[in-house]
T-cell receptor
């Protein structure tokens, strides 16, 4: 079946501009995660959505970052007034909520470059 | 709190030789452990996981990992490495009371022909 998809695959923007990154999770998956992978570093948790519950935003690095998930499916990560340090690969993952299906499945990522 | 350590930034092996990528973890409760692989310009692909049961877990592409509770380790192994196994490998852990994965910094594996 279809996996997690993300768009755009690459984004180049100028410092100070806003960007929107999109994630389409696997159909039926109720949990959705955003991570950031900076050059030479591991994955940093950003935000977590589970069904209709309030999202866990504890990983967002600043108030310039926000995310929403409409209709319990598609999610958009928005970065306002981008800075050069925001350059990274932004990865989305989804997971079935059932306890026995613990695996997070990742999309291909969006490579963001802020000039 | 939960954390993962991958002590080796790089692992280099010859094709056909055994491959081991090390991972140790720290959790408050019982761990859920995962290995993912990332090929250049690609997302993370799931390899295998330990939730409960047998300590030796078999996964995709001939990889396996052994959960060792006393040593808090979950090393990834492959008996005979292939050049195509060259990639970046991530170990991840989740405490049973948490829903977020904590990832190690990653280990770059290079398999030479």
């Amino acid at each position: 079946g279809a996996g997690v998809s993300q768009s755009p695959s690459n984004k180049v923007t100028e410092k100070g501009k806003d960007v929107e990154l999109r994630c389409d999770p696997i159909s039926g998956h109720t949990a959705l995660y955003w991570y950031r992978q900076s050059l030479g570093q591991g994955l940093e948790f950003l935000i977590y959505f589970q069904g209709n519950s309030a999202p866990d935003k504890s990983g967002l690095p600043s108030d310039r970052f926000s995310a929403e998930r409409t209709g319990g499916s598609v999610s958009t990560l928005t970065i306002q007034r981008t800075q050069q340090e925001d350059s990274a690969v932004y990865l989305c993952a989804s997971k079935d909520k059932l306890a026995t299906r613990e695996t997070q499945y990742f999309g291909p990522g969006t490579r963001l470059l802020v000039l | 709190a939960q954390s993962v350590a991958q002590p080796e930034d790089q692992v280099n092996v010859a094709e056909g030789n055994p491959l081991t990528v090390k991972c140790t973890y720290s959790v408050s409760g019982n761990p859920y452990l995962f290995w993912y692989v990332q090929y250049p310009n690609r997302g993370l692909q799931f390899l295998l996981k330990y939730i409960t049961g047998d300590n030796l877990v078999k996964g995709s592409y001939g990889f396996e990992a052994e959960f060792n509770k006393s040593q808090t380790s979950f090393h990834l192994k492959k008996p005979s490495a292939l050049v195509s196994d060259s990639a970046l490998y991530f170990c991840a852990v989740r405490d049973t009371d948490d829903y977020k994965l904590s990832f190690g910094a990653g280990t770059t594996v290079t398999v030479r022909a």
